[in-house]
């Protein structure tokens, strides 16, 4: 499987994937999930994904591919709106899944994926989507400022106590980090390195952008706080009265 | 949906489950999935149930019916062993399934279900075990002393950084309860209240039994600690070095 988290706050924009892909649990190997559009002064797209690892790099592999051939017509590179990229990728991913799926009787395999697009393009403020299976997507909004896609329930209960939208990004980075350690703890599918990435608004460029392995000391750090933190905190509440 | 979790520790049987059933979003109730077979000084048995209600409804009556019925051969109340329960309950819930799903064009409706049975039977040890929706079951042991079933991946990561075999009961109990606030916190078909069952070992009577509600003043006092705790554990992680 896949955790993918991000968060679009007033300061701006946070995204976290992890790298591991397994097919059963043989078929286990480490590929990036995510993927940069950017121009730097004129756009930066971050896009995230999980599920099928076929269906997830031909997407990418066809925007690029159709950006590289035809650069003066509608692609990823000059959508002149986060909305319309979302539609593009949409679009895109329902063309791959039409083709890989198709005429062919499937079994139990599932070529389904989700994407989660983030960024901003001059023009228009920062934006967050999470792209469907089906194509169709939703945007993020201050009231529900962050999307996950894939193993997402273990790391859900830190995010939902800790960020609203007032949330700084780095801070933000923080709480991504400690929700990705709870996954990985829980759950054999998601594994380092975890990519981050970090976007201050109305910059057009990468704030920070970052990969965390094993032997990030950071990361060490935190998640030895955090589990140290964790079980005295659980000590310290009062016992049962009853 | 629903959360259920039990525990086999060193000293002692935990147990806990949610109350909230739910089809759809419009239909919504409370239930107990909590359900005890007891005869004080000879046997406890405790059955936690998740998945369709028609099915682990019919399970538990049929099981009580039964033993009503004929009270002197092969029931719920006079199996020798845990394992022959585990065993008894499986095949129940196989014929419940049968009926239910067998002969009719089922669309997308799952009849499956999922059972957790914990307690103890004069001349054997306490045990724990995890009933699938398929009737075949598996056996908790000192390496993983718990089971879940369920909306279980919430609530799962403070479990596994608390809990060992040697955590006391009464602690574990306070570990269930907030793996159950976290639960309630991020997912709306986990609803109080709570059916918390304590059994020390040995005793072959329930060690205490408390039901939780919204206005329970305890539960209300660890949530509130626990999400200052977090909090406050989150704010004193040192910050991104990058």
Redesign the interface.
Known sequence: MTYCVAMNLQDGLLFASDSRTNAGVDHVATFRKMQLFDKPGERLLVLLSAGNLATTQSVVSLLRQRAAHDPDNHNIFTVRSMYDAAELIGETLKQVVQRDAGGQSQGSVDFGCSFILGGQIAGEAPRLFNIYPQGNFIEATPDTPYFQIG?S??????I???ISYQTPV??A???AL?SFD??I???LSVGLPIDLLLYRHDTLAIG?Q?RIGEQD??FQ??RK???E???Q??A???????
């Open positions: 193993e329930k273990y790391g859900k209960p830190i939902d106590r800790v780095n801070e980075a923080k709480c400690i709870s996954t703890k829980s759950n920070l970052q000391e950071y750090t935190i706080a955090w589990g933190a964790l079980r905190s659980f310290a509440l009062p016992p049962l009265p009853w």
